[in-house]
């Protein structure tokens, strides 16, 4: 959980912190392909057995959520609510969604609750 915070944070302050910068965006993804490479028989195999068949890679949320932190640097309208959804879901909604597999969850609707929480404390 430190881990993915630790990760989370970092996004946000590549963005929109005192050095915020695109480039320091697209170093923090390269860095995040390398670790994953490394992680990938960790995460596989450290999954609970309840989670593994509804977790996708992980390596998707936190994609996601780079992607979210790298539109903040392009001018953009945010003209219907999809476009809002969209922003909530990388920058707020991943964050749910990469929490709920690390504790587990049994419900399938968990992802949507999660999905959905998330995007409303943002």
């Known amino acids: 959980m430190c881990a993915v915070?630790?990760?989370?944070?970092?996004?946000?302050?590549?963005?929109?912190?005192?050095e915020a910068a695109l480039a320091r965006v697209l170093e923090w993804r390269s860095d995040l392909a390398a670790a994953l490479a490394l992680a990938r028989p960790i995460?596989?195999?450290?999954?609970?057995?309840?989670?593994?068949?509804?977790?996708?890679?992980?390596?998707?949320?936190?994609?996601?959520?780079?992607?979210?932190?790298?539109?903040?640097?392009?001018p953009r309208t945010i003209g219907t609510f999809d476009d809002l959804y969209r922003y909530c879901?990388?920058?707020?909604?991943?964050?749910?969604?990469?929490?709920i597999h690390i504790f587990g969850f049994e419900e399938p609707r968990a992802l949507e609750l999660a999905e959905n929480a998330?995007?409303?404390?943002s």
């Open 43 to 74: 995460i596989r195999y450290g999954r609970r057995s309840s989670t593994r068949r509804a977790l996708p890679d992980p390596e998707a949320y936190f994609q996601e959520m780079l992607d979210g932190v790298a539109s903040d640097f392009e």
């Open 89 to 99: 879901y990388r920058v707020a909604s991943v964050v749910g969604l990469t929490i």
């Open 5 to 18: 915070y630790a990760f989370m944070r970092e996004c946000d302050d590549r963005s929109d912190g005192p």
């Open 118 to 121: 998330a995007s409303r404390f």
